[in-house]
């Protein structure tokens, strides 16, 4: 099972306790996925909820509005999530994607970041949290490369790969090893 929080903003709707019971839940083996977006001001972000104490990194609310590619760190070309995307290119190089125009500024804390934003801000972090995972996304434009603007980008692929990771799909796994 995945839980979902899409540009999620507070405003009391989901009791405390419900927010106690889905941390809980992800330490015991569950998945959670945030896509933020300028709606992450810091009185509504769901990290400043029992939901902060699982998130990779620290939303500090300020939205940069920026024209931007999301580019591959060194560990997003080796992460089964991301490695070998369409259109990432080579080593070096910017990847054939589509530009993304907002990020929600934040500070990793933890995990790995495999795609950054401009001026190389974190974009696109995963954690395992206890038995479970956390994937952050730190935009809410993905929704373009859909759409094909500036060429578009592998957005259906990508969301696969995030929630297929985040379930525990064996393919998606970093280690994984087999001999044959």
């Not at 206890?130 to 692929?157: F, K, M, N, T």
Request: glycine fraction near 12%; avoid cysteine; charged fraction near 25%.
């Amino acid at each position: 099972d995945l839980i979902v929080f899409d540009r999620y903003r507070r405003r009391d709707v989901l009791a405390q306790v419900y927010l106690d019971n889905i941390v809980r839940w992800v330490r015991r083996g569950g998945a959670l996925l945030l896509a933020t977006g300028p709606n992450q001001a810091p009185n509504n972000s769901l990290f400043n909820s029992p939901v902060g104490q699982i998130m990779p990194a620290a939303p500090n609310g300020r939205v940069i509005e920026q024209g931007y590619r999301p580019a591959p760190t060194d560990a997003g070309r080796r992460h089964p999530v991301t490695a070998e995307l369409a259109g990432l290119g080579a080593e070096g190089a910017e990847p054939g994607w589509g530009r993304w125009y907002s990020t929600v500024e934040a500070e990793q804390r933890r995990g790995q970041n495999l795609l950054v934003a401009a001026q190389g801000r974190p974009l696109l972090l995963l954690d395992r949290v206890g038995a479970g995972r956390v994937a952050q996304l730190q935009s809410d434009h993905i929704w373009l490369w859909a759409r094909g603007h500036d060429g578009g980008g592998p957005h259906a692929e990508l969301l696969r790969r995030i929630a297929h990771w985040l379930m525990k799909e064996p393919e998606l796994e970093e280690n994984d090893l087999r001999v044959a």
